[in-house]
Each structure stands twice: as C-alpha cells, then as structure tokens.
C-alpha cells in the first residue's frame, strides 16, 4: 500500500522546520511527476526561499518542461547517476540504452540552471566501468559539475574490488585524481575505491 500521501500530509505542519529535503525513491524521481507531487503535499513552495531540495536522478525523464519545474526552486541541487562514459558501458550496467539522452538532458541542466543551484555527478565504479573513469571526469567537465563523486560498487559478486582486483580499483582513483586536477573539477569519493 502506497502511503506516501498520508505521510506527507502529516509532515506538512514540520516543513517551515527544516532546511534540506532530499527526495529519493526506489525508481526515479521525476516518474510521472511524482517529485512535484511531495512538493505540493509538503507545501514546499511557501518556503522555497529557505529550503534546499535535493534529488537523484537517472536524467533519462529530465525534459525541459520538469527542468523549469526544478529550478523553480531556488536552492535546488541535482545528482546525476550514470556510471558510464559510454552509451554502450551504460546499455550494460543500466540495461537501458539512454546514456546519449542523459547526457544531452545533463547538458541541457547544466546550461539552465541558476547561481546557487547545484549539479552533481555520481558513478558507482566496477569493473564494468573502471577503465572509463577518465571519460566521466571529462564529462563532468563539459557540464561544469559542482563536483562528481565515485564509489565503489558493493553486493554484486564478480564485478566489485577484492583481493585480486584492488590494484585496479587503486589506479583508477590515481586517475580519477589526476583527471580532476587537468579539468579543474573537484572529486570526492564515498571511500576509497581499493
């Protein structure tokens, strides 16, 4: 049973509390609107002025019309997850094969947004994707990401660091660091990939 309304509504009366609220859910966030939604049940817009909202997204739904919605608001920050420098390592790891439009929808946010408005990158790092790490520092680069953030995968046997494969997760952050300082973006990692 989804109760999310009934939730929302009984922390409506706690929200001119609070000055960050990160939505996340399952799927994605913008799904049919839904982000929109909470706001609307949690009557965000009357403290919009005091409030950083934040999200995750895949940035595959990310259009124009919910991009004006977003940055509605105006201490809003953004994550994109991508885990790829490649639409064909994204179509393995995400099964999908989106990764031109999320880069176009990321580009896109990153041309619109406002000061003040954040934009964040996150890759989960496997060696799925461990020899494009370059690629997503420059892609971060392109769209003049706040920061771009990487983990390690974890709980997916076969393709996360162990005893055999750290060396290779250690040259990636070398890289990953090295990448950031060329480009001038800045790099944080959850914990060390190795």
Not at 27 to 38: Q, Y
Not at 112 to 141: D, S, T
Request: charged fraction near 25%; charge should be positive.
């Amino acid at each position: 049973v989804d109760r999310l309304n009934e939730v929302c509504l009984k922390l409506r009366p706690y929200v001119r509390y609070i000055r960050a609220l990160h939505i996340q859910g399952i799927a994605e966030a913008f799904w049919k609107d839904r982000i929109f939604e909470i706001f609307d049940l949690l009557d965000i817009d009357k403290y919009k002025e005091k409030i950083t909202v934040s999200t995750t997204t895949n940035g595959t739904i990310l259009t124009k019309a919910r991009r004006e919605r977003w940055f509605h608001y105006p201490f809003s920050s953004c994550t994109f997850s991508i885990d790829a420098s490649t639409p064909e390592t994204f179509k393995l790891i995400r099964r999908i094969d989106a990764y031109d439009a999320i880069i176009r929808n990321l580009m896109a946010f990153a041309e619109e947004r406002k000061p003040g408005q954040g934009l964040r990158i996150h890759n989960n790092i496997n060696l799925f994707n461990i020899n494009e790490v370059m690629g997503m520092v420059e892609v971060a680069a392109r769209a003049k990401v706040d920061f771009i953030d990487f983990n390690a995968t974890y709980n997916t046997p076969g393709i996360c660091v162990d005893e055999n494969s750290a060396w290779l997760f250690h040259k990636a952050q070398q890289e990953i660091m090295a990448a950031g300082e060329k480009y001038g973006v800045k790099v944080t990692f959850m914990r060390n990939l190795s």
